[in-house]
C-alpha cells in the first residue's frame, strides 16, 4: 500500500484539478485603461460639441457684422468702427473725429435700415441692406451691398456698394 500523504489536506492537489474552483483574477489595469479610454472619449465627445456651438451659433456672421455697423453708425463709435472695419474701408486719412463730424452733418436726417439678402463666396460675403432716408418731411430709399472679407475668422466690412440711389436727395 502506498504511503498516506504528509502535510496539510490537498496540498499536493494543483489549483482547478479536483478541489475548490480556481479564484478569477482581478488585474486591475483593463479596468483603469477601459476607464481612461472611456473619459478621454467622453471628453472629445464634449469638445467636438462645444466647437460645434462656437462654429455654428456664437460665432459672427455676415449679418451680424452689418447690423453691428448700422448701429455703430447710429452711435458714432469710433472703437468698435476700427475693430469691425478693415484700413480699406476707413480709408488713408481716416480719423475718428472727420468720420463723427461726416455724420453729424447728416443729423437732420433719419435713417431705418433692414438688412436683406447674404452672399457668402469663401472668404468674402456682400449683405442687402434697405435703407429708408426722411429729410425734412421727404422720404426715401436705398439699396446698397456692405461687402466684407474674413481675416483671421472675423468678418470685416471692407466697401460699400451702392445699388440703388435716393432719387430725392
Given at each position: 500500500m502506498p504511503p498516506a500523504?504528509?502535510?496539510?489536506p490537498n496540498a499536493s492537489v494543483p489549483p482547478g484539478a479536483g478541489g475548490a474552483p480556481p479564484r478569477p483574477s482581478r488585474r486591475k489595469l483593463p479596468w483603469i485603461l477601459g476607464g481612461l479610454c472611456a473619459l478621454l472619449a467622453f471628453l472629445l465627445a464634449v469638445a467636438v460639441a462645444i466647437g460645434a456651438v462656437w462654429f455654428f451659433v456664437l460665432r459672427e456672421s455676415p449679418q451680424d457684422v452689418a447690423e453691428t455697423y448700422l448701429e455703430v453708425w447710429n452711435g458714432q463709435d469710433c472703437e468698435t468702427l476700427?475693430?469691425?472695419?478693415?484700413?480699406?474701408?476707413?480709408?488713408?486719412?481716416?480719423?475718428?473725429?472727420?468720420?463723427?463730424?461726416?455724420i453729424q452733418e447728416q443729423s437732420d436726417y433719419s435713417f431705418e435700415h433692414e438688412?436683406?439678402?447674404?452672399?457668402?463666396d469663401g472668404d468674402r460675403a456682400s449683405?442687402?441692406?434697405?435703407?429708408?432716408?426722411?429729410?425734412?418731411?421727404?422720404t426715401d430709399e436705398a439699396v446698397y451691398t456692405v461687402d466684407m472679407v474674413r481675416q483671421d475668422?472675423?468678418?470685416?466690412?471692407?466697401?460699400?456698394?451702392?445699388i440703388q440711389e435716393p432719387d430725392a436727395f
Open positions: 500523504p504528509s502535510g496539510p476700427e475693430e469691425i472695419t478693415t484700413e480699406r474701408f476707413r480709408g488713408e486719412s481716416y480719423t475718428c473725429e472727420a468720420w463723427q463730424q461726416s438688412i436683406g439678402e447674404t452672399e457668402v449683405v442687402e441692406v434697405y435703407e429708408t432716408i426722411t429729410y425734412e418731411g421727404t475668422g472675423d468678418w470685416l466690412l471692407d466697401g460699400t456698394t451702392m
